[in-house]
C-alpha cells in the first residue's frame, strides 16, 4: 500500500499535462484517483493510463 492509500483525490484538467501527471502519481501512491477536463475523448485515454 502507498501512503496515500484510502485517500480520495480529484484531479481538475487530469486528461493531459500537469493534471494527468498528478493524477498518475497520485494513483501509485495508493489513492483513487477522479479526473475531469472538457475533452470527453482525451478523459478516455487518460483513464485508461490509471
Known amino acids: 500500500m502507498g501512503r496515500l492509500a484510502g485517500k480520495n483525490i480529484l484531479i481538475t484538467g487530469g486528461n493531459s499535462g500537469i493534471g494527468l501527471a498528478a493524477a498518475q502519481e497520485f ?14 475523448r482525451s478523459l478516455q485515454v487518460a483513464k485508461k493510463t490509471l
Open 27 to 40: 494513483d501509485r501512491e495508493g489513492a483513487r484517483v477522479a479526473i475531469c477536463g472538457l475533452n470527453e
